[in-house]
């Protein structure tokens, strides 16, 4: 029997978060939520999820600072991580991003649907 997985969403836009917690729960996750990058670390590093989706912009510690304390703990190094932003990133920073702390996508939210980012989810965690 397969176990369910667990998706962390670490998202400051309410209304975005809890239609990524809906639509993963109608996917059968079971998710955690967070509203800024500080509780997203703090959740992460306790409940130890299968996957982190990520916003950038939030309040008190932005996606990539999260994202940078995620990677420095044992646990946190290999956990696949969705970026889910607003920015067009710069290359530079991508390139820099990418070699530094290893996000497994960048997703600008205006060109995915709520049912592609779940099929991309299962598709990283080979569901």
């Known amino acids: 029997m397969q176990t369910k997985k667990i998706i962390l969403v670490v998202e400051d836009e309410k209304s975005l978060r809890e239609a990524l917690v809906d639509m993963l729960t109608m996917k059968n996750f079971i998710t955690i939520e967070a509203k800024?990058?500080?509780e997203g670390v703090e959740l992460a590093l306790l409940k130890h999820p299968d996957l982190v989706l990520l916003d950038i912009i939030m309040p008190e510690m932005d996606g990539l600072a999260t994202l940078?304390?995620?990677?420095?703990?044992?646990?946190?190094?290999?956990?696949?991580?969705?970026?889910?932003?607003?920015?067009?990133?710069?290359?530079?920073?991508?390139?820099?991003d990418k070699v530094a702390?290893?996000?497994?996508?960048?997703?600008?939210?205006?060109?995915?649907?709520?049912?592609?980012?779940?099929?991309?989810?299962?598709?990283?965690?080979?569901?």
């Open 101 to 127: 702390n290893r996000p497994t996508y960048y997703l600008i939210k205006s060109n995915w649907k709520l049912l592609d980012i779940a099929k991309k989810i299962e598709k990283i965690l080979a569901i």
């Open 36 to 38: 800024n990058g500080r």
């Open 68 to 96: 940078k304390k995620i990677r420095e703990d044992k646990w946190g190094v290999n956990i696949p991580v969705i970026i889910l932003t607003n920015l067009n990133t710069v290359k530079d920073q991508l390139i820099d």
